[in-house]
């Protein structure tokens, strides 16, 4: 007897899918809701660096609302008459001995908070959180009072040294929690090896810190390039100023320059711009690992 077999039905293929072409989630928001609000934002911003731009290269007296033909009389003339190379060598000299001195002495009381255990510890910690809220005017008085007994008026110490001091608590903060973020075993392990508390610190920690250290400092660095008040209260020689009391000499009660304040601001500007371009990706990855829980 012959028994007939069944044809066996073929799978149902399901059609491949287009390229170029996606499945959205049902809890994915549309492209056009995520790029318009970014694109408004982004041309509010664009906006103002092209107009800075625009004063700055175009001929005086011009109406344009393009830069052609382009012209950098203006820069010149900053860079030479109103002695902003000067400006701009003492801004460099203070950015970097803040950024030093505040990474260096950071780095030190940041560990001490990090490893140590003393009395009145969460107290210190309060002060250094307190001590945020509390504009930088307020510090003139003092600081000016403390600087004149010293004799370091009209020296570019005593604004590297207010720039440090109003840096400090809160790169202590920082550099404690990038510290903590450090396994102690590291450190024990280096000390079984024969290695004291420095060297181990040395070899151990501070490679891991790297990008902690490369945040820390880079906001120091561009606070002190653009902080106007400690300059302008400490200073009172010309050739001791630094560019953000420079671009405020640009503007008089008369009249304003505006294409000599363009080139000055976009002089002030290109230096903080071309370090935070190659310094971005530590500068996320080092405030990304300062955020754990103490």
């Known amino acids: 007897m012959i028994t007939e077999i069944a044809p066996v039905s073929e799978p149902a293929v399901s059609e491949p899918a287009r390229p170029g072409r996606r499945r959205r989630a049902w809890d994915e928001a549309p492209r056009w809701q995520i790029y318009l609000p970014l694109g408004i934002y982004l041309l509010f911003t664009l906006i103002p660096f092209y107009w800075i731009l625009l004063f700055a290269l175009r001929p005086a007296g011009s109406t344009s609302l393009v830069p052609w033909p382009a012209t950098f009389d203006h820069f010149r003339k900053v860079w030479t008459e109103r002695s902003f ?3 701009f060598t003492n801004s460099v000299y203070v950015g970097v001995s803040t950024l ?3 990474t260096v002495v950071a780095l030190a009381g940041g560990y001490a908070l990090a490893r140590f255990d003393f009395r009145l510890k969460r107290g210190f910690m309060l002060a250094l959180l307190c001590s945020q809220f509390v504009p930088g005017a307020l510090l003139l008085v003092p600081l000016f009072q403390i600087f004149a007994r010293l004799q370091m008026i009209n020296s570019l110490g005593s604004v590297i040294v207010a720039e440090t001091v109003f840096q400090l608590p809160l790169s202590m903060i920082l550099i404690s929690g990038f510290i903590r973020n450090v396994p102690y ?3 024990e392990a280096a000390w079984v090896d024969g290695c004291n508390r420095l060297t181990a610190f040395r070899i151990v920690v501070l ?3 790297r990008p ?7 906001f120091a660095f561009v606070h002190a390039w653009n902080h106007f008040l400690f300059a302008l209260m400490f200073l009172s020689d010309q050739s001791k100023q630094t560019i953000p009391v420079g671009l405020n000499t640009l503007m008089s009660s ?6 000599a304040l363009a080139a000055g601001g976009i002089i002030a500007a290109v230096p903080v711009v071309i370090v935070f371009a190659f ?3 530590w500068l996320i990855t080092g405030f990304g690992a300062g955020a754990v829980k103490g």
């Open 279 to 281: 310094i971005q990706k």
């Open 254 to 259: 008369d009249s304003v320059d505006l294409g």
């Open 100 to 102: 030093v001195l505040t």
């Open 212 to 218: 902690g250290l490369i945040a820390v400092g880079s």
């Open 85 to 87: 190379g000067t400006y």
């Open 185 to 187: 075993s590291l450190e």
């Open 207 to 209: 490679p891991l810190l």
